[in-house]
Structures are given as structure tokens and as C-alpha cells.
């Protein structure tokens, strides 16, 4: 195998993508004998088509019950990839974990599928607590979205 047959054997590689995940970043080092030379800057952005390009709008706390916090917002105008949406729940107002996925579209009560624009985040023991909303599409999760807090629930 020749120098050059074996450098254009190297110039491609594959990457698994880890399920949700939509916006990845990719740096170039090269490595011999001598060592791994420096990280440059990023080369290249990709954000998976599919994904919501926005943040939800009307994010509010409809009500506070001694351990439930109920949310509203504006319904997105449906697209074909918006699937739903996703309330996560934070102690320290930075890292989040999901409290809740509702579907883009449910029924109501007189059987009619309708936009979900409600949720409500149940058993919170007492304490302060965070709160984010972000779309979730056919390729994952938005990079956007809105927050509440901090926010006291009584017990």
C-alpha cells in the first residue's frame, strides 16, 4: 500500500450519534510519532435537521399546590417535526432533569385532538426549584428555551 493510497484511506470517519443529541462540533488533530498536535478551532457546526429552531412561547406557572407546579404556555404552530415538549426541574437553577414529556397534541375532554399547551410537575418536596421548557422534534431536543425561577413549593 502506497504513502498516498494510505493517507486517502484516512481522511474520512465515522461518528455514532448518540440518540437526542443534535448539535455536535468537530476539531481535526493529527497524530504521529512526535505526538497529537494542537486542538485547533472547531471545523464544523452540525444541527440535525428536525429540530424545533425556537424557544416556547408563554412559558408561565398556572398554579402552586403544596407539592405540583402547573404550567401553561403558547402551543406551537404544529410542524411535522415538533413532537412535544419537555419540563425539566433543577435545584440549583443549572443542572436540569427531566420532570415531565407531554405530546405535541392530546385529547380533550369532549374526545377532540387539540394543541397541548398545559402541564403540571407532581410530588416536589418542599424547596426552591427551576424550571425549563424546551421543544422536542424528530431529530431531538431544541437548543432553545424559556425558564422559571427560582420558584419556593411548599410541602
Do not use: K
Not at 42 to 51: K, N, R
Amino acid at each position: 500500500l502506497s504513502l498516498s493510497a494510505l493517507v486517502a484511506e484516512m481522511t474520512s470517519a465515522g461518528v455514532a450519534v448518540p440518540s437526542g443529541q443534535t448539535r455536535f462540533f468537530f476539531r481535526v488533530l493529527a497524530q504521529n510519532s512526535a505526538g497529537i498536535s494542537e486542538a485547533p478551532a472547531p471545523i464544523l457546526e452540525l444541527l440535525f435537521e428536525g429540530v424545533p429552531e425556537v424557544a416556547v412561547e408563554g412559558f408561565r406557572v398556572e398554579s402552586v399546590t403544596h407539592n405540583q407546579v402547573n404550567f401553561r404556555w403558547t402551543p406551537h404552530n404544529r410542524s411535522e417535526s415538533l413532537e412535544g415538549y419537555r419540563i425539566r426541574v433543577s435545584r440549583d437553577g443549572l443542572h436540569f432533569s427531566t420532570a415531565v414529556e407531554v405530546p405535541v397534541e392530546a385529547f380533550n375532554e369532549a374526545g377532540d385532538w387539540v394543541a397541548t399547551s398545559s402541564a403540571a410537575v407532581e410530588n416536589l418536596p418542599d424547596g426552591r426549584y427551576w424550571f425549563d421548557i424546551i421543544m422536542l422534534g424528530r431529530s431531538g431536543p431544541s437548543l432553545y428555551f424559556a425558564t422559571i425561577g427560582p420558584l419556593w413549593i411548599p410541602n
